[in-house]
């Protein structure tokens, strides 16, 4: 019989504990309804893209679980809509990650932060109103922005693999309290109708000036004091978007 703890074991457990002691962490819980796939990687430049890199890049990082993949879809018609109500109800059924950060050290900057995400079958809504073929994603809670899902009835997200990929960084974006008027025109942030070139993967430098730099409380997802959407530091005002209205706040 032996104690002696493999040694593989131990430093793959002081990985994990370095990898979060010096930076916070971002944990998130992905599930899917049946008949729906996961957001597929990207190759750029001969590299793949995946949600992981692209937040890396903007010095997030990010652990992707991918968790159920047979939730069933809720029985309405195939041209309805599911509810932010629906949303919520299928969220508190199917998450375990708490909204609530944890922390393996006593200070703010290395807790691991909790976001949900999920793929659902059907469409969604916009304000309250059911449109088929109009939206792709939404981060729903605006309160917490602690989740986000993904309309797998669009035919973009079924069809083309890049765009579903760069909605879900999208609507993570805006769970990472990122807004439309963070894009530059052809990033992650810019909507594809507001597109000005073609899309890349990546955020643009304001986004990563807020992901990098901003304060935790206006940035990482979920609720811990955390600033609702639209809540910034003054920094944000200079790059103003015609349709969004930002609040400037110390996050303190
Ligand atoms: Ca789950
Ligand atoms: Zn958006
Ligand atoms: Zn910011």
Redesign the pocket.
């Known amino acids: 019989m032996s104690r002696i703890v493999p040694v593989r074991f131990l430093s793959l457990m002081v990985v994990l504990l370095m990898s979060c002691l010096l930076v916070s962490c971002v944990a998130l819980e992905f599930d899917r309804m049946s008949g729906t796939s996961f957001p597929p990687s990207h190759m750029v430049n001969g590299q793949s893209v995946t949600l992981r890199t692209i937040y890396d890049e903007a010095g997030i990082k990010l652990d992707v679980q991918e968790d159920e993949t047979n939730i069933q879809p809720l029985n309405i018609a195939q041209n309805d809509c599911i509810s932010d109500a629906e949303l919520d109800t299928l969220e508190s059924s199917h998450r375990q990650l708490s909204i609530f950060p944890t922390s393996i050290c006593p200070f703010d900057f290395c807790n691991t932060y909790h976001l949900y995400g999920v793929v659902v079958n059907h469409y969604g809504e916009v304000l309250d109103a059911c449109l088929p073929e109009f939206v792709l994603?939404k981060?729903w809670d605006g309160h917490t922005r602690s989740a986000f899902a993904i309309f797998y009835r669009m035919a973009t997200i079924q069809s083309n693999g890049p765009e579903y990929l760069r909605t879900t960084a999208?609507?993570m974006?805006?769970a990472f309290n990122l807004?439309?008027s963070d894009g530059d025109g052809t990033s992650i942030?810019t909507?594809t109708d507001d597109l000005e070139g073609t899309a890349v993967f990546r955020f643009s430098d304001q986004s990563r000036d807020h992901l990098m730099n901003h304060p935790a409380r206006c940035k990482f997802p979920g609720a811990l004091g955390g600033a609702p959407f639209t809540w910034v530091i003054d920094a944000h005002a200079v790059w103003p978007h015609p349709l969004e209205e930002l609040t400037v706040t110390d996050c303190d």
């Open positions: 994603g981060m999208h609507e974006g805006h807004h439309h942030m909507q």
